[in-house]
């Protein structure tokens, strides 16, 4: 079992580090790693590519969450499928197929939340994007989907939907979002944080 464990967490993150930021981004003709922040997420495939191939791109990096988390906690316990969640964020943010680069993970964070539970998936996505529609800075609705993905699995643990190990996986998970958004913290402190619907300056077409 322990090695059917490992196995599971590592398919976690091999989905997780699948780039569709970056297959989506070269459909349209733009190199997105050496564009914009270079992160491969949907805020900066919108500013180099275009609303179409952030939605692609959104939709796929939620997928890529949801399905292995889905499938790994019918027939895993707890602890594999907190960590599992947490190994496919760090597959979004270090992924092997681009030498460990990537993104902050927060559709995958949405993605594997939705995995366990529908509702609980969609709650925290509608958090994230209350965060976006009030600040119109991606890193507050990254930020929100972390903690609000603690919140929900915390109160569903304590409502006995959920297990109290998913809360594990959740804050697991946070905190390397949080790492990763380090760099936007201080340009939000410093008031040089972009906002959604900038155009980068910086396009490298392909």
Known sequence: MIIWSVVAIIVAYLCGSIPFGVIVARLYGVN???????RTGGTNVLRSAGPLAAGLTVLGDVMKGLLPI???HIAFPPLVVALA????????????FLGFRGGVGAGTAVGTVGGINFWAGLTVAICGLIGLAVT??????STAVAVSSVVVLTI???L???PYLYILGSI???LVMFYALRENFA?????TERKVGQKTENIAKI
């Open 172 to 174: 697991l998970t946070m």
């Open 160 to 162: 006995g939907w959920t």
């Open 32 to 38: 997105v790693l050496a564009s914009g922040s270079g």
């Open 156 to 158: 569903g643990a304590l």
């Open 187 to 191: 340009r939000i402190r410093a008031g």
């Open 85 to 96: 969640m947490t190994a496919a964020v760090l597959g979004h943010n270090y992924s092997i």
């Open 70 to 72: 889905f499938f790994i």
């Open 136 to 141: 119109r800075y991606a890193s507050i609705l």
